[in-house]
């Protein structure tokens, strides 16, 4: 047969007609794949696949920072494919991303400080200061915060392992430092004695940068000489050693208790973190007890349900107290997303002394605990067991209730006997900071993002993983297009020798 016969064969130009329409079409089909992987890659069209939607920015974030136009950058020190690599990068990346996608005011940028390490330098504080690929720099104007990767998580203290993303508080607290400008005030009192500064005395305490990272614009205030602004909502009194002057003080024509209930009145709140073992403050608590608050002397040991501190270099066995959730009442709401996790993460208070909560006569003022102790505690004074096997509260929150124009309208007093309890709020493994900031939710505040709840990592966490992904990737790109490659060549074998 020659090769004139050859080409006008039928079974030839069928066969031939088959492979070149198989090796177009996979061809296509490559090229096609290719190109939507670039533009994934470059736009990343999907949503959050993660079951609680991690990296997902919420709605409460988007009415916080909806007013704010200043320009904010997110810097990151890696560049997107070394980010992408690493799963907890990755989340802090991908929230980014979010922030971007909804604000125009917002851009993401990426360096690599391994090929341009002194691109990073204005961001060191101090010789000391660690910046390294997984740090990340939300910068705004002349102002900046520098985060550590941890910084985004929260960990158990049971196990020592990440259980909760925490990236969109932390971003959002971070872009309403650098651009608000009408912040709401919180106050901490300062001329009692109070803790305002850390142990170190060079910066201000945790409870202190727990307020700045909720939202607020924090401040000094003497009460005896200065007026509170009508823009406070909060005022903060933290372990203070001396008595605040009481309304029988003849001495003093508007008193700080005075001052304290007329803020109360319009519609702000207070905080106190007491310790009445150590003190005596009878105007202060002559003023809690209106609120149904009363500090009862001594010290809550409870050995089966605590943790070993040690606190200015003195360890206390059984006095770290781990602290039970109750399940109803006004308090049990401040605590509902901690509760209601699979494995709840502890709360420590430490040193604490009980809380009495009393009858009010005031009908439009309720109290209930936000924290109390596990049956069978036990209250400790002079050294000597006073009373056994009973419960105690550790926590408070009292609310006043007022009705204007049809709109019920809120004072809450939270307090708690434990000075201590702030000594916890920068560890990761414990509550406390959630509880603070659940808290601060709870006493209605403006443009807070306490709104912001961290979101749960679990071990099914993903509805897809990232190997999944890349599996189906890889099919996509080459798995179909090798099958079709294999069905045409079946079929012009099968013509072949038909």
């Known amino acids: 047969m020659n090769i004139r016969n050859i080409i006008h064969n039928k079974k030839f130009r069928y066969g031939t007609f088959s492979v070149v329409f198989t090796v177009v079409v996979v061809i296509l089909i490559i090229v096609l794949n290719v190109i939507a992987s670039s533009l994934y890659q470059k736009y990343r069209p999907n949503g959050d696949m993660t079951k609680t939607d991690l990296y997902t920015l919420s709605d409460a974030s988007k009415e916080i920072l909806s007013d704010i136009t200043a320009p904010v950058r997110i810097i990151f020190c890696a560049m997107p494919d070394q980010l992408e690599a690493k799963e907890s990068m990755r989340y802090v990346y991908y929230s980014a991303l979010e922030y971007e996608k909804a604000f125009d005011n917002i851009t993401v940028e990426c360096r690599d400080i391994y090929t341009n390490p002194t691109s990073m330098d204005k961001y060191k504080t101090s010789q000391a200061t660690q910046i390294t690929q997984s740090s990340v720099v939300i910068e705004s104007g002349t102002e900046f915060r520098l985060f550590a990767l941890q910084a985004f998580y929260k960990t158990s203290s ?9 990236g969109e508080m932390k971003i959002t607290s971070a872009i309403l430092q650098l651009t ?13 004695g109070e803790s305002v500064e850390s142990a170190s005395a060079t910066t201000h305490s945790a409870l202190w940068t727990t307020f700045e990272n909720a939202g607020f614009d924090v401040r000094l205030l003497d009460l005896s000489t200065e007026e509170i602004s009508p823009d406070a909502r909060i005022i903060v009194i933290n372990n203070p050693l001396y008595d605040f002057s009481g309304r029988a003080d003849s001495a003093v024509e508007n008193s700080e208790i005075e001052k304290l209930d007329n803020f109360l009145s319009d519609y702000g709140s207070l905080v106190v973190f007491r310790d009445p073992v150590l003190v005596k403050l009878p105007n202060l608590d002559e003023y809690l007890e209106e609120w149904g608050v009363q500090f009862k002397n001594g010290t809550i040991r409870d050995k089966d349900h605590s943790i070993s501190l040690t606190l200015g270099g003195m360890p206390y066995s059984g006095y770290g107290i781990v602290a039970m959730y109750p399940e109803s009442g006004l308090g049990s709401s401040v605590l509902s997303a901690i509760r209601d996790l699979d494995a709840p993460p502890k709360t420590i208070v430490p040193l604490a002394a009980p809380i009495v909560m009393l009858d009010i006569m005031d009908s439009s003022k309720d109290i209930s605990p936000i924290l109390t102790t596990y049956p069978g505690a036990n209250l400790e004074s002079d050294g000597k067991t006073v009373e056994e096997g009973k419960q105690y509260n550790l926590m408070t929150l009292s609310r006043y209730t007022r009705v204007k124009d049809n709109t019920e309208f809120y004072s809450y007093v939270l307090a708690c006997g434990s000075p201590y309890y702030t000594s916890m709020l920068e560890s990761t493994s414990y509550a406390n900071q959630d509880i603070l900031y659940s808290a601060i939710r709870a006493m209605g505040k403006e443009k807070v993002p306490a709104d912001i709840d961290f979101k749960l990592i679990s071990s099914e966490a993903l509805d897809i993983t990232e190997a999944e992904q890349t599996q189906w990737t890889w099919l996509l ?5 090798f099958v079709i490659a294999v069905i045409g060549v079946i079929v012009y074998v099968r013509r072949k020798h038909s």
């Open 158 to 166: 049971e196990t020592g392992k990440v259980f909760a993303y925490d």
């Open 477 to 481: 790109i080459f798995g179909i297009p």
């Open 180 to 192: 608000a400008s009408d912040m709401p005030i919180a106050y901490f009192t300062n001329t009692h």
